[in-house]
């Protein structure tokens, strides 16, 4: 799925300014719901790189964005609008302007598997012990070799080779994790419905499918998000000392 999405990015160096910083962003929603138009308010009130075209990051793919705009997107309909949604960097307000299904063709992967099973009803400290070994052994994976001796040291039944798959046949949570992943580089810990999986990709056939560009852009966000993140931590931590 592309979806066209325009942003509003209200930032947040302290803790101390978020509920004034919120309380702006609410404002801003109102007068949005109200036919204020979006691309005027985001030149005159965005803090995003977007803000001098109006807010318009264009037609986005899935895994683009951050998990938490990523997930709101998802629930909403073309013209909706959402927000504020705080992250770490401070305050979104999206619009979703048009989205289309971008056909995945004969695209395909063969992806391989290792699987901490777990059952449905499984506790918040069985996922987190379970996360926990996956984030452990994902450093240790350098290719389909290894991980296929460590799908078999550690992993549960279910793990090792799921074969050619096409992608076009995969749900979109999984794309979304699949689609900016390198060949040979091991997937962050997912939940799947059997519990926390790794993934890796052995080989793909992306049919036109342009990987490189959906992972650089995924990479600058993230990279944009942790600027924000560190330069409001440098503040948190700064002191001033005032000599007269």
Same mark, same amino acid.
């Given at each position: ?6 942003? %509003? ?12 910083? +919120? ?8 007068q949005? +719901?109200?036919?204020? *138009? #979006?691309?005027?308010?985001? !030149?005159? #009130?965005?803090? @995003?790189?977007?803000? @001098? ?25 073309? $013209?909706?609008?959402?927000?504020? %949604? ?19 063709? *004969? ?23 379970? !996360? ?16 296929d ?13 799921? $074969? ?5 046949d995969?749900?979109?949570?999984? !794309? ?26 052995? @080989? ?8 490189e560009?959906?992972?650089n852009?995924? %990479?600058?966000? +993230? ?11 440098? !503040? ?9």
């Amino acid at each position: 799925m592309q979806r066209r999405v325009s942003e %509003i990015l209200l930032g947040v160096d302290s803790v101390l300014q978020d509920d004034d910083v +919120r309380r702006t962003a609410e404002r801003l929603v109102e007068q949005l +719901r109200g036919g204020a *138009n #979006f691309g005027a308010l985001a !030149r005159q #009130f965005s803090q @995003s790189a977007t803000a @001098s075209v109006g807010g318009d990051l264009g037609w986005i793919e899935e895994g683009q964005l951050p998990d938490e705009l990523s997930d709101e997107l998802a629930r909403m309909r073309p $013209g909706e609008l959402a927000g504020p %949604i705080p992250t770490f960097g401070g305050f979104y307000i999206l619009l979703l302007r048009d989205q289309r299904r971008v056909s995945m063709g *004969n695209a395909t992967v063969n992806l391989k598997q290792l699987l901490f099973a777990l059952p449905p009803d499984a506790a918040a400290d069985q996922l987190e012990q379970a !996360r926990t070994k996956a984030a452990e052994l994902q450093p240790r994976i350098e290719g389909c070799e290894s991980f296929d001796a460590l799908a078999e040291e550690h992993g549960s039944p279910g793990s090792g080779d799921l $074969g050619t798959l096409k992608l076009s046949d995969l749900p979109e949570d999984l !794309r979304r994790v699949i689609l900016p992943l390198p060949v040979g580089q091991a997937s962050a810990p997912i939940r799947v419905a059997a519990g926390i999986s790794l993934l890796l990709v052995c @080989s793909r056939e992306d049919d036109g499918i342009d990987r490189e560009k959906i992972r650089n852009s995924l %990479i600058g966000q +993230r990279l944009d998000m942790l600027a924000r993140r560190y330069l409001r931590d440098l !503040r948190r931590a700064a002191t001033v000392d005032i000599r007269l």
